[in-house]
């Protein structure tokens, strides 16, 4: 699976950026799809994924409530909506894809990233 992130930038606090993903190359509705981030000087981490039927879907604690994520299998893509950013959400943002929801963090498909920055 190729991921393409986009969407990225900057942006003010309590502002919105919406986040996409395109994926190609083997079957999109297979692969259950997530959202991570790393920030400078940390590890990357989990922000929120999705089943391959669009029904369940998790959300870290730093980002319920402000953060959706979706998925449009007509177009092989996955979106996250980010609402009432914070300065702390400034990271590369990664999309993800694996055949295992349980799966934490070892996705086996990466894309390349995409920077938010959220200035205070």
């Known amino acids: 699976v190729q991921l393409v992130e986009s969407g990225g930038g900057l942006v003010q606090a309590g502002g919105s950026l919406r986040l996409s993903c395109a994926a190609s190359?083997?079957?999109?509705?297979?692969?259950?799809m997530g959202w991570f981030r790393q920030a400078p000087g940390k590890e990357r981490e989990f922000v929120a994924k999705?089943?391959?039927?669009?029904?369940?879907?998790h959300y870290a604690d730093s980002v319920k409530g402000r953060f959706t994520i979706s998925r449009d299998s007509a177009k092989n893509s996955v979106y996250l909506q980010m609402d009432r950013l914070k300065p702390e959400d400034t990271a590369v943002y990664y999309c993800a894809a694996d055949p295992n929801y349980s799966k934490s963090n070892s996705y086996d498909y990466w894309g390349q990233g995409t920077q938010v920055t959220v200035s205070s």
């Open positions: 190359g083997r079957t999109f509705r297979n692969y259950v």
């Open positions: 999705i089943s391959q039927s669009g029904v369940v879907r």
